[in-house]
Structures are given as structure tokens and as C-alpha cells.
């Protein structure tokens, strides 16, 4: 299934549906890598809310996106992780480190409008 | 042919009737007689196991008068337990027993020890009774040793279950009690932890606090560790994935209060700094979550 890529302002922002194949994060990444230009949009919000597990291809793709997006000359924020799946990715070794996250959509907004009032 | 068989099956009981005489006589009726014998006397055996009691300092927690209202209670039990040979009644005695008395400070030996003392006690009288006729007194004591011992058996074990069970509770107990999740400012939690970190409770602290960021939408979380006096190499990695667990709900944590003890296994551990923010004291803590959170304590007047 395909991640819709929405933008919202200067923010793109991608919803999981639901738990996705190796192929659909991988055409996830190039989409966002692309479209981030391409909207000259200052940063992309991934919302995992959706997803009850993460294994380790998916948080690795996470993190890659973040990093290639930082090239890009944007910032990335994953938001809406689980208890469950905080719990049972820091047991298994995957923290995502680098990149934003926040609880969830609407929080990851104020903290994307916070940071851009503060760069302006 | 076959009559005289039977007949000669006869004959051979008859040659031998005091083997037959063992026989006939069942347990069970000796146990009767055996009751009897304890029912008879039961005023004078039941005074003479408080005074063994008392003379062996058994039940000190309890005074003469509690001592002799239960062993009243205890020696009928016991009787009807030998009679009824049905341990059921006196399970749920040695239950409902043991609840009442082990909140005042009953230790598991003393109630064997009375126990044991009645068995001894009735086992005495059954000599006095019986010790002109040796090979009865036998008979008596192998229908009476196996139900004894079993009654034994059951009141200990039924003292020790119950037991089991308070402190099964109240682990659970402390072990809910153990973890509150508290929200001290708009979006702001604390989370003090006292006492032993095993890696059960670690995980149960973790989940807790997990949920508690998702409930009350927490941006910052101190931990304060002053009441933990150590920490093995687990729970130090616990702590840490605690801190990395909620970084991904959007947390930031505080860990303050770290022991000097604690601060050596972090370092230990070789834990990434980087990634645990720690401050010195709780004040200290809840005031850098204040900053982080845009808040500005000011003091508007002295107190009075």
C-alpha cells in the first residue's frame, strides 16, 4: 500500500496506514526525498501512529529518510510512536538517534512552528 | 470335592484365631475407641497441653486466656479431625487460624510446636492408658501416628499457605504502590523511585511511564533516583532504554538525585551521556523541566 504524501504549508507530512512491505518504505523514502525539493518544503513529518509493530528494516528506513531529508536541507520528525513500539524498539537496540520525534501529529506541528518562529 | 475345601479353609482360621482377632479389628475402630478416650478426658488433656505450652514459652504474643479459648478450639478440631478422618474442616481452621494470629507476630514454629505438643500429649495419655496391655498400646499408636502426623502436616501447611498468601499480596501491593506516575505542571511528570530495582520491576516503571507521557501528553519527565541506593548493570541499561523509550514518544528525560554508586555503574557501562540528562537534586531537576517548558517561577512575596 502506498504512503499518501500530504503538504501542508512548508510541511509535508506522510501517514503509515498500516503496517507497510519493505518495497512501500523504500518507495516512501524516494518519494519524500524527491517531493521535499521539489515543494521547497522546510521540513517532513512521518506519523507512525498507525503502525502496532516496528521491526528493524522499518526503523532503519526511518532514520535513513531523516538523514537523507537533513541533506536535502530539511528536518525530519517522526511522530506518534506507541508505548509498545518505544518499548520494544529500545530493547532491541533501535532509538532512532538523530532524529526528532514527538507524540504525535499535533505536536509535532507546534514543535516544527517553534523551531521555524525561532529561525525566522 | 470343593466342600472340602471350604471346610478345610475353615479349620485352618480356626487353628489360628489370634491372628484372625488383629484382623477383625479395624483402624477405624480403634480410632473410635481412641476418640472416646479423648472425649472422656478432654478437660484434663486440654489442661495439661496449655501448661506444656506455656511451660515452653510457645505463643508468647498471646495472652493465658486467648491461649486457652483457641486450644479448646484447636483440641475439638482435632479430636473430630482423628474421628472423621475428613481434613478439609481442619484446613480451613488452620487457614482462618493462621489469619488471625499472624498479624500479631505468631511464628511458624510455634504453631507446629503446639501441634506437636498436643500429639505428644495425647500420645502420653494413650501410655497411661493402655500400659498393662503392650501389644494393644501398639495397635493404638499405629492407628493414631499416621492420622497425628497427618494433622500436623496440615496445620503447618495450611499456616504456611496462608502466609504465602499475605506476602504474595502485599508484594503486589508494594509493587503498584511502588510507581506512581505524578504530573506536578501542565505537561510536566515526575516519576520518584525508592528502594530495589530488579528488572521486572524496571520493565513494570517503564511501561508505566510510557503510558503516562501518552495519557497526560508529557514533554518532560524527571526521574529521581535519590531513593535508589544502587543499581546492578541491567537495571542501569533499563534506566537508560527508559530514557530512549521516551525520547521516542517525544519526551525529554531528567534523571536527578544519580548515588555516587550509580553515577560509578553508568560510567561502568560506558552509557552516552549524550542521550541522559541529569541533574543533581529533584528541585534542581523540576526546575530545568520549568525552562525547557518555557515556565518562570518568581517568588512574588516573602513568606509569612
Redesign the interface.
Same mark, same amino acid.
Do not use: C
Given at each position: 500500500m502506498e504512503v499518501p504524501i500530504l503538504k501542508q504549508g512548508a510541511v509535508l507530512i506522510a501517514t503509515f496506514q498500516a503496517a507497510l512491505s519493505d518495497a512501500d518504505l523504500n518507495q516512501l523514502r524516494m518519494g519524500l526525498v524527491q517531493q521535499v525539493v521539489k515543494f521547497r518544503s522546510r521540513a517532513v513529518i512521518v506519523d507512525v501512529t498507525a503502525m502496532d509493530v516496528m521491526d528493524s528494516f522499518a526503523s532503519r528506513t526511518l532514520r535513513e529518510i531523516a538523514h537523507m531529508i537533513r541533506l536535502r536541507g530539511a528536518e525530519t520528525v +517522526?511522530?506518534g +510512536?506507541?508505548?509498545?513500539?518505544?518499548?520494544a524498539?529500545?530493547?532491541l537496540g533501535l532509538?532512532?538517534?538523530g532524529v526528532a520525534?514527538?507524540?504525535d501529529l499535533e505536536?509535532?506541528l507546534a514543535?516544527l512552528t517553534q523551531k521555524f518562529k525561532n529561525a525566522d | 470335592m470343593a466342600k472340602r475345601e471350604v471346610t478345610s479353609k475353615d479349620s485352618g482360621t480356626r487353628n489360628n484365631p489370634g491372628v484372625e482377632l488383629v484382623r477383625s479389628e479395624a483402624p477405624s475402630e480403634l480410632l473410635r475407641e481412641l476418640v472416646a478416650h479423648l472425649r472422656q478426658n478432654r478437660t484434663q488433656l486440654r489442661e495439661e497441653w496449655v501448661v506444656r505450652i506455656t511451660e515452653t514459652r510457645l505463643l508468647t504474643a498471646m495472652t493465658k486466656e486467648e491461649i486457652f479459648a483457641e486450644a479448646t478450639s484447636v483440641y475439638d478440631s482435632y479430636v473430630e479431625a482423628l474421628e472423621t478422618e475428613a481434613f478439609e474442616a481442619l484446613q480451613a481452621y488452620a487457614r482462618n487460624l493462621s489469619e488471625r494470629i499472624i498479624p500479631r507476630g505468631v511464628e511458624t514454629h510455634e504453631v507446629v510446636g503446639i501441634v506437636l505438643l498436643l500429639r505428644d500429649v495425647l500420645a502420653r495419655s494413650l501410655f497411661a492408658k493402655y500400659q498393662t496391655d503392650f501389644k494393644k498400646l501398639n495397635r493404638i499408636l499405629d492407628a493414631y501416628e499416621p492420622a497425628a502426623n497427618r494433622i500436623a502436616n496440615t496445620v503447618a501447611v495450611g499456616f504456611v499457605q496462608e502466609r504465602e498468601r499475605v506476602i504474595r499480596q502485599q508484594q503486589e501491593a508494594i509493587r503498584e504502590l511502588s510507581t506512581p506516575v505524578l504530573q506536578v505542571r501542565e505537561r510536566l511528570l515526575i516519576l520518584p523511585i525508592i528502594g530495589v530495582i530488579d528488572p521486572q520491576r524496571a520493565r513494570q516503571l517503564t511501561e508505566q511511564l510510557l503510558r503516562g507521557i501518552r495519557t497526560n501528553r508529557a514533554k518532560v519527565v524527571v526521574i529521581d533516583i535519590t531513593g535508589v541506593a544502587a543499581m546492578d548493570l541491567t537495571v542501569a541499561n533499563n534506566l537508560v532504554q527508559t530514557v530512549e523509550a521516551s525520547r521516542l514518544l517525544g519526551a525529554t528525560v531528567i534523571v536527578t538525585g544519580l548515588s555516587p554508586e550509580i553515577a560509578q555503574t553508568l560510567v561502568t557501562i560506558g552509557v552516552d551521556l549524550g542521550k541522559m540528562n541529569t541533574v543533581g537534586d529533584l528541585q534542581g531537576g523540576i526546575e530545568q523541566a520549568e525552562r525547557l517548558l518555557g515556565y518562570k517561577v518568581e517568588k512574588l512575596a516573602e513568606p509569612r
Amino acid at each position: 500500500m502506498e504512503v499518501p504524501i500530504l503538504k501542508q504549508g512548508a510541511v509535508l507530512i506522510a501517514t503509515f496506514q498500516a503496517a507497510l512491505s519493505d518495497a512501500d518504505l523504500n518507495q516512501l523514502r524516494m518519494g519524500l526525498v524527491q517531493q521535499v525539493v521539489k515543494f521547497r518544503s522546510r521540513a517532513v513529518i512521518v506519523d507512525v501512529t498507525a503502525m502496532d509493530v516496528m521491526d528493524s528494516f522499518a526503523s532503519r528506513t526511518l532514520r535513513e529518510i531523516a538523514h537523507m531529508i537533513r541533506l536535502r536541507g530539511a528536518e525530519t520528525v +517522526i511522530v506518534g +510512536i506507541q508505548p509498545e513500539v518505544a518499548f520494544a524498539m529500545v530493547q532491541l537496540g533501535l532509538t532512532l538517534e538523530g532524529v526528532a520525534t514527538a507524540l504525535d501529529l499535533e505536536e509535532g506541528l507546534a514543535y516544527l512552528t517553534q523551531k521555524f518562529k525561532n529561525a525566522d | 470335592m470343593a466342600k472340602r475345601e471350604v471346610t478345610s479353609k475353615d479349620s485352618g482360621t480356626r487353628n489360628n484365631p489370634g491372628v484372625e482377632l488383629v484382623r477383625s479389628e479395624a483402624p477405624s475402630e480403634l480410632l473410635r475407641e481412641l476418640v472416646a478416650h479423648l472425649r472422656q478426658n478432654r478437660t484434663q488433656l486440654r489442661e495439661e497441653w496449655v501448661v506444656r505450652i506455656t511451660e515452653t514459652r510457645l505463643l508468647t504474643a498471646m495472652t493465658k486466656e486467648e491461649i486457652f479459648a483457641e486450644a479448646t478450639s484447636v483440641y475439638d478440631s482435632y479430636v473430630e479431625a482423628l474421628e472423621t478422618e475428613a481434613f478439609e474442616a481442619l484446613q480451613a481452621y488452620a487457614r482462618n487460624l493462621s489469619e488471625r494470629i499472624i498479624p500479631r507476630g505468631v511464628e511458624t514454629h510455634e504453631v507446629v510446636g503446639i501441634v506437636l505438643l498436643l500429639r505428644d500429649v495425647l500420645a502420653r495419655s494413650l501410655f497411661a492408658k493402655y500400659q498393662t496391655d503392650f501389644k494393644k498400646l501398639n495397635r493404638i499408636l499405629d492407628a493414631y501416628e499416621p492420622a497425628a502426623n497427618r494433622i500436623a502436616n496440615t496445620v503447618a501447611v495450611g499456616f504456611v499457605q496462608e502466609r504465602e498468601r499475605v506476602i504474595r499480596q502485599q508484594q503486589e501491593a508494594i509493587r503498584e504502590l511502588s510507581t506512581p506516575v505524578l504530573q506536578v505542571r501542565e505537561r510536566l511528570l515526575i516519576l520518584p523511585i525508592i528502594g530495589v530495582i530488579d528488572p521486572q520491576r524496571a520493565r513494570q516503571l517503564t511501561e508505566q511511564l510510557l503510558r503516562g507521557i501518552r495519557t497526560n501528553r508529557a514533554k518532560v519527565v524527571v526521574i529521581d533516583i535519590t531513593g535508589v541506593a544502587a543499581m546492578d548493570l541491567t537495571v542501569a541499561n533499563n534506566l537508560v532504554q527508559t530514557v530512549e523509550a521516551s525520547r521516542l514518544l517525544g519526551a525529554t528525560v531528567i534523571v536527578t538525585g544519580l548515588s555516587p554508586e550509580i553515577a560509578q555503574t553508568l560510567v561502568t557501562i560506558g552509557v552516552d551521556l549524550g542521550k541522559m540528562n541529569t541533574v543533581g537534586d529533584l528541585q534542581g531537576g523540576i526546575e530545568q523541566a520549568e525552562r525547557l517548558l518555557g515556565y518562570k517561577v518568581e517568588k512574588l512575596a516573602e513568606p509569612r
